[in-house]
């Protein structure tokens, strides 16, 4: 089972905002992954030294993911035998580009920069969505 990690600085403007982006996670089923949502006083790059641990960063110059991308990235963590992702969204400031490197994927919402509340929601839709997809649900097909 492949857990995910969303961790953020993100100061979210209303408490719904923050809601809908835990509801989203709470949906994933957990048949091939598990979510949460993680959220930081400051945004620290984590140290991945682990075979089984991957980073991904949302940053606006990585690249722009499909639904089915999302599903099959993750998929292909969970059939490798990765056990955690976490996936990072920065605050108002990003990330530096020793930071960018570090990460395993870069992965852009949007070719602007989103609010951080806003991109932490888009992802966990992803995420959501992407677990409908593993899972075979017709959710993702509406």
């Not at 949460?36 to 641990?53: A, C, G, I, M, S």
């Amino acid at each position: 089972m492949l857990k995910v990690r969303l961790q953020t600085a993100a100061r979210f403007p209303l408490p719904s905002t923050r809601e809908n982006t835990q509801d989203l996670l709470k949906r994933v089923r957990g048949g091939v992954l598990t979510a949460e949502l993680v959220v930081t006083r400051h945004q620290q790059l984590e140290k991945v030294t682990q075979p089984d641990h991957k980073l991904w960063v949302l940053d606006e110059r990585g690249k722009a993911w499909s639904s089915e991308t999302w599903s099959d990235n993750l998929r292909k963590l969970a059939d490798e035998g990765t056990r955690n992702v976490t996936i990072l969204v920065g605050a108002a400031d990003g990330f530096d580009k020793e930071q960018r490197a570090a990460a395993h994927q870069l992965i852009s919402i949007s070719p602007g920069v989103l609010p951080s509340w806003l991109a932490c929601l888009t992802c966990a839709e992803q995420i959501y969505r992407a677990d409908t997809i593993i899972r075979g649900t017709p959710y993702h097909r509406s």
